[in-house]
């Protein structure tokens, strides 16, 4: 499903106009990415977190090069899916019925 498609199933349940619920959803994702830049976790209930990763620092192998690098520690966004997110897609019909 693409973000514009998710705009127009929005629109369509709640009647809202498509500008205006283009512009939440754009307001939305805004400020989950300044939040996370600035070091911020954001929890949503009953649906999930997202959070900053933190990644030790490693030593990677270059294999065309065949020479090692360091990788320093750094973060990285993750989303953890909430256990109501979670139980919901397990007991899903469509999905069982897909997998099978």
Do not use: C, L
Request: overall charge positive; charged content about 30%.
């Amino acid at each position: 499903m693409t973000k514009a498609e998710v705009i127009a199933e929005i629109a369509d349940k709640t009647g809202i106009e498509k500008a205006d619920v283009s512009a939440t959803v754009e307001a939305f994702f805004k400020v989950v990415k300044d939040s996370m830049a600035d070091g911020n976790n954001i929890y949503v209930r009953g649906f999930g977190s997202f959070v900053n990763k933190k990644r030790a620092k490693k030593v990677a192998r270059n294999i065309s090069k065949n020479t090692s690098i360091i990788i320093d520690e750094h973060y990285i966004p993750s989303f953890k899916p909430s256990k109501t997110f979670i139980g919901k897609i397990k007991n899903s019909k469509k999905i069982k019925e897909m997998a099978a």
